[in-house]
């Protein structure tokens, strides 16, 4: 079967660092991505993962462990704009399945 | 225009109607999906295209017909819906889909559907 799991909410201060964790447990396996969603807008691309370790693009890092089935979104020097919705999603196999979790409502309070 | 638009982006129909949702991408990619987002459950893959050809349908009924005339446009048909298929669909684009290079996905604004 296909599952993934979030946390459902998270709260974090302005210039704080958060972590929003992502397991997963899926027939296949070609990458996992992150995307952010703001509340009425469309899911935007945050990053993608297919091998072990950590990504990092500016204030956003994303790591993963195959092996663990388990991913992480590092959000650094949080800002009140980075207040969203953040889905992980995994590839198939053959790239053409795409799974999302439920989804991380994350706040950022002042 | 640019990226990925949807129209129309709110639809209230009643269940004996046909409507056609549609999608329009400006970013020369391959591969187009259909997603249905509903409240408090995951992002649900639809239906995939690769090069105009449907390569993913994933159970979904009937009711729901993609069309896939060239890459850059794609249309979901609905016919005899039910209630419990309100919901945010959207639209997203892909350089590509299968393979060994996986792309990320495009997004549109999405189609929010209600069946009365």
């Known amino acids: 079967g296909q599952n993934i799991d979030q946390p459902t909410e998270m709260t974090a201060t302005e210039g704080a660092i958060v972590q929003i964790n992502c397991t997963y447990q899926?027939?296949?396996?070609?990458?996992l991505f992150w995307y952010q969603q703001h509340a009425g807008e469309a899911p935007t691309f945050l990053s993608y993962?297919?091998?072990?370790g950590l990504e990092e693009k500016g204030r956003f890092s994303s790591f993963l462990s195959r092996s663990k089935g388990y991913s992480y979104l590092l959000l650094k020097e949080l800002q009140m704009k980075d207040s969203a919705s953040y889905l992980c999603?995994?590839?198939?196999?053959?790239?053409?399945?795409?799974?999302f979790g439920p989804g991380t409502r994350l706040s950022v309070l002042p | 225009e640019t990226g990925v638009t949807q129209t129309p982006r709110h639809l209230v129909m009643g269940m004996t109607n046909k409507k056609s949702l549609k999608c329009e991408q400006h970013?020369?990619?391959?591969?187009m999906y259909w997603y249905k987002q509903s409240a408090k459950k995951p992002l649900e893959l639809m239906f995939v295209?690769?090069?105009?050809?449907?390569?993913e349908n994933n159970s979904v009924p009937s009711r729901f017909s993609p069309e896939c005339p060239n890459s850059s446009h794609l249309f979901l048909h609905l016919h005899t819906l039910q209630p419990e298929d309100s919901a945010l669909y959207l639209c997203?684009?892909?350089?590509?889909?299968?393979?060994?290079?996986?792309?990320?996905?495009?997004f549109g604004p999405g189609t929010r559907l209600t069946v009365t």
């Open positions: 997203a684009s892909s350089q590509g889909s299968g393979g060994q290079t996986i792309y990320e996905q495009y």
């Open positions: 899926t027939s296949g396996f070609n990458g």
């Open positions: 993962n297919v091998l072990d």
């Open positions: 999603a995994v590839a198939d196999n053959y790239g053409q399945n795409f799974v």
């Open positions: 970013l020369g990619h391959n591969a």
């Open positions: 295209y690769n090069f105009k050809e449907q390569t």
